[in-house]
């Protein structure tokens, strides 16, 4: 079993910034991947940013050059600093990670945090 927490979400004016971490915790063999996800409200779940393991990171257009991802694989967490924010940052955003759980099993297992709120007033 695998849980994911995120915390750092917050209320912050536009031009603000926010960290956010993930923390996994569980049944560990290894981390292929983890990232972050976002929903505004009425709309639907979108990409924020990916890391892989001594990979590649992928940010969303909307999103690149303002806000950088860290996987830090040795302690089981990423970590999302957002700078410059603006109001269309408003939404829950959730923490997703890519794991393999066992020697044994499949090397590919979805999890995903409880999310957390981040709101940018104008």
């Known amino acids: 079993q695998v849980q994911l927490v995120e915390s750092g979400g917050g209320l912050v004016q536009a031009g603000g910034s926010l960290r956010l971490s993930c923390a996994a915790s569980?049944?560990?063999?290894?981390?292929?991947?983890m990232g972050w996800y976002r929903q505004a409200s009425g709309k639907q779940r979108e990409l924020v940013a990916t890391s892989r393991s001594r990979g590649r990171t992928n940010y969303a257009d909307s999103v690149k050059g303002r806000f950088t991802i860290t996987l830090d694989s040795a302690k089981n967490a990423v970590y999302l600093q957002m700078s410059s924010l603006k109001p269309e940052d408003t939404g829950v955003y959730y923490c997703n990670a890519d794991i393999q759980t066992s020697f044994w099993g499949p090397k590919y297992n979805e999890y995903w945090g409880q999310g957390t709120q981040v709101t940018v007033s104008s």
């Open positions: 569980g049944s560990i063999f290894s981390i292929n991947a």
